[in-house]
């Protein structure tokens, strides 16, 4: 008796390297509203990300992606606060369709803060179902320039 094997499937197996390479670089796609700044960064050690495969790995193929979404604020005396929020994609989407879903949920944010204080808004999306600490978050919008200089105001 003959073993049944499944058939070759190039795409199936493409897909499974380049989810492996996002994973093994903490590939994450950021984005910073008061720089207008969108970049490819590793979100565990906070650095640029600069691969082109990395690039193509991100663009080209549908993920699960885990979006965090934060809105920037500062009060009167210079105090600076944010509010977030974190949610999975339903089914697998390529990062080209996730404008509305972000901008759906980054407009309920930005209401339920407060207009005076907010300085900006920024979101992180990865393609991997991950769980994302306040504190890391924090630390790749600051990376980014999310947050001004006390010094400066």
Same mark, same amino acid.
């Given at each position: 008796?003959?073993k049944v094997? =499944?058939?070759?499937? $190039? =795409?199936?197996? #493409?897909?499974?390297? *380049?989810?492996? @390479? @996002? ?9 910073? &509203? ?5 970049? #490819?960064?590793?979100?565990?050690? *906070?650095?640029q990300i600069?691969?082109?495969? %990395?690039?193509?790995?991100? *663009?080209? %193929? ?11 604020c500062q #009060? ?9 929020? &974190? ?6 989407? @390529?990062?080209?369709? $996730? ?8 407009? &309920? $944010? ?19 179902? %991950?769980? $994302?600490? &306040? ?8 990376? #980014? ?9």
């Amino acid at each position: 008796m003959s073993k049944v094997r =499944k058939p070759h499937n $190039l =795409k199936a197996r #493409m897909d499974r390297a *380049c989810r492996a @390479l @996002l994973k093994t670089n903490h590939a994450a796609v950021a984005n910073v &509203e008061p720089r207008d700044q969108q970049i #490819m960064i590793n979100w565990k050690h *906070c650095t640029q990300i600069r691969s082109i495969p %990395v690039a193509n790995a991100l *663009c080209d %193929v549908a993920h699960h992606w885990t979006i965090y979404i934060s809105v920037f604020c500062q #009060m009167p005396d210079g105090q600076q606060y944010s509010k977030s929020t &974190e949610f999975t994609t339903i089914g697998m989407h @390529l990062v080209a369709k $996730l404008d509305n879903t972000i901008e759906a949920a980054h407009a &309920e $944010l930005v209401a339920q803060a407060n207009p005076n204080h907010v300085i900006g808004s920024g979101w992180i999306a990865i393609p991997d179902q %991950v769980s $994302l600490e &306040e504190a890391q978050a924090n630390r790749i919008f600051k990376a #980014m320039g999310a947050w001004p200089d006390k010094k400066a105001a």
